[in-house]
C-alpha cells in the first residue's frame, strides 16, 4: 500500500466517479481552527450546541458558594464556530434532519457507544463533535493516515481535511459485505459483520456473489484510480446494491474473514475457482464480540476479565485487598465481598 492509494481512498475522490451507485452526501471542508479542536487531547467539552448556552454568572455565583480548592479555578469552555456550523446545519437539512458523518477516510463507529442512541446518526454540530472528540479512528485520520505505507522515505501528500455528511440509512448490517479487487479483479468477497450470523446469508450466498460480481462489473472496474483496492457494498430487500466505500487495499483496511497473507499471496484466494471466494459466519458457534467493543473500557480492564495479563490482576488484587483492609480500621462494621471497579 503506498501513499497515493490512499490518497485516492479519500471520499471526496472517489464520490464524483460513483456518484450515481451510493449515498447522497455533502462535503464540506475543515476549517484549521475545527481541526485543532478536534485534536485537542483535553478534557472533552463539546461544541457547536445548537441551545443557547447557560448563563455564565450563575455558574460563577454558585461555585462562589462552594470551596472546591485553595487553587483559582478555571472554566474550560468550548469554542464555538458560528460560520462553520451554519453550513453543516444547512447541509444536515438538505439532507433530511439525519445525517451520518465521516472525514477524508474513517467514520467514528468506535464511538457511537457514547451517542445517546448508540448510533452515528446525527443531527447537529454537537452531535458530530461529541463522535469525532471521542474517536481513534477519526484521530487516526489526523494524524497518522500514511501509517501503513510502504513508501515512507517519500514525502507526505498534502491533505485538505472535509467533513462527509452522507444521508441517513437505517442499513440492515446483514446487509454489507467487503469486497477486495486485485489487479482490478475481484477476488474476494466477505461478511461485513462477521462477528453475528445471519441465517439468510448463508442460503443466499451465490444470488449475493452474482449481485455483487454484476455491480462490480458494470459500475466499479477499471473506473477507480488504482488496481488494487477495498470496497464496501450493501445489497438491499430487493437485491440491489450500492457501493458505500472504498479502502486501500493494505493492512489499514480490515481484512475481516480472510488474512492479508491470502488476499496478497494469491495462493489461497482466487485460484481455487473462477469467481471471488467468499466468506460468512457459517453457523452461531462461530459468534464473536464486536472488535469495537473494545474502545468501550480502559484495555487494563479488559486485559483482567479475559486474564490475558496475570501481573495486571495481580496488582488489581493486592490493591482491593489494601483498600479492604484500610477500610476494616476506618469502620469495624462489615464489608461488602464485592471487588470495586
Given at each position: ?7 485516492n481512498?479519500?471520499?471526496?475522490v ?7 451507485h ?16 478536534l485534536q ?16 455564565h454568572?450563575s455558574?460563577?455565583?454558585a461555585?462562589?458558594?462552594v ?17 462553520f ?16 458523518p ?6 467514528p463507529?468506535d ?5 445517546l ?11 458530530i ?27 507526505d501528500?498534502v491533505?485538505?481535511y472535509?467533513?462527509?455528511?452522507r444521508?441517513?440509512?437505517d442499513?440492515i ?7 477486495f479487487v ?7 468477497i466477505?461478511q461485513?459483520?462477521?462477528?453475528q450470523?445471519?441465517?439468510h ?8 456473489c452474482?449481485a455483487i ?17 477495498v ?6 430487500s ?5 457501493l458505500?466505500d472504498?479502502?486501500p ?5 480490515d ?7 491470502e ?10 475457482q473462477?469467481?471471488?471466494a467468499?466468506?460468512c ?11 469495537c ?18 501481573y ?8 482491593t ?6 477500610s476494616?480500621?476506618?469502620d469495624?462494621?462489615?464489608q461488602?465481598?464485592?471487588i470495586?471497579?
Amino acid at each position: 500500500m503506498k501513499k497515493e492509494q490512499v490518497v485516492n481512498c479519500q471520499f471526496s475522490v472517489w464520490y464524483p466517479i460513483f456518484k450515481k451507485h451510493t449515498i447522497k452526501s455533502l462535503i464540506l471542508p475543515l476549517p484549521q481552527n475545527v481541526i485543532d479542536y478536534l485534536q485537542d487531547d483535553g478534557t472533552l467539552v463539546v461544541s457547536g450546541s445548537d441551545h443557547n448556552p447557560q448563563n455564565h454568572n450563575s455558574s460563577v455565583d454558585a461555585e462562589e458558594d462552594v470551596q472546591w480548592s485553595d487553587e483559582e479555578t478555571t472554566t474550560v469552555t468550548a469554542p464555538e464556530f458560528p460560520e462553520f456550523k451554519s453550513k453543516v446545519l444547512e447541509a444536515i437539512n438538505a439532507l433530511g434532519g439525519r445525517v451520518f458523518p465521516k472525514l477524508n477516510w474513517s467514520s467514528p463507529r468506535d464511538a457511537n457507544w457514547i451517542a445517546l442512541n448508540s448510533t452515528l446518526e446525527c443531527r447537529s454540530l454537537s452531535d458530530i463533535f461529541l463522535l469525532f472528540k471521542s474517536s481513534d479512528f477519526i484521530t487516526h485520520d489526523l494524524t497518522q493516515p500514511y501509517l501503513q505505507c510502504s513508501d515512507q522515505d517519500s514525502p507526505d501528500p498534502v491533505i485538505n481535511y472535509e467533513l462527509v455528511l452522507r444521508k441517513w440509512s437505517d442499513l440492515i448490517p446483514g446487509g454489507e459485505f467487503r469486497c477486495f479487487v486485485k489487479e482490478n479483479k475481484l477476488i474476494a468477497i466477505s461478511q461485513r459483520d462477521y462477528t453475528q450470523f445471519y441465517q439468510h446469508v448463508l442460503k443466499q450466498e451465490q444470488q449475493i456473489c452474482q449481485a455483487i460480481q454484476d455491480f462490480f462489473s458494470l459500475h466499479v472496474q477499471y473506473r477507480f484510480l488504482d488496481e488494487d483496492f477495498v470496497f464496501d457494498v450493501y445489497r438491499d430487500s430487493q437485491g440491489r446494491v450500492w457501493l458505500i466505500d472504498l479502502n486501500p487495499f493494505g493492512e489499514v483496511t480490515d481484512s475481516l474473514l480472510f488474512s492479508w497473507d491470502e488476499l496478497t499471496s494469491g495462493g489461497a484466494v482466487g485460484q481455487q475457482q473462477e469467481g471471488p471466494a467468499f466468506r460468512c459466519t457459517t453457523s452461531e458457534v462461530t459468534v464473536q464480540p464486536s472488535p469495537c467493543l473494545s474502545y468501550r473500557i480502559p484495555r487494563d480492564f479488559v486485559d483482567l476479565s479475559t486474564g490475558e495479563d496475570a501481573y495486571k490482576l495481580i496488582d488489581f488484587l493486592k490493591l482491593t485487598k489494601s483498600q479492604q483492609e484500610e477500610s476494616e480500621d476506618e469502620d469495624e462494621e462489615p464489608q461488602s465481598d464485592t471487588i470495586p471497579l
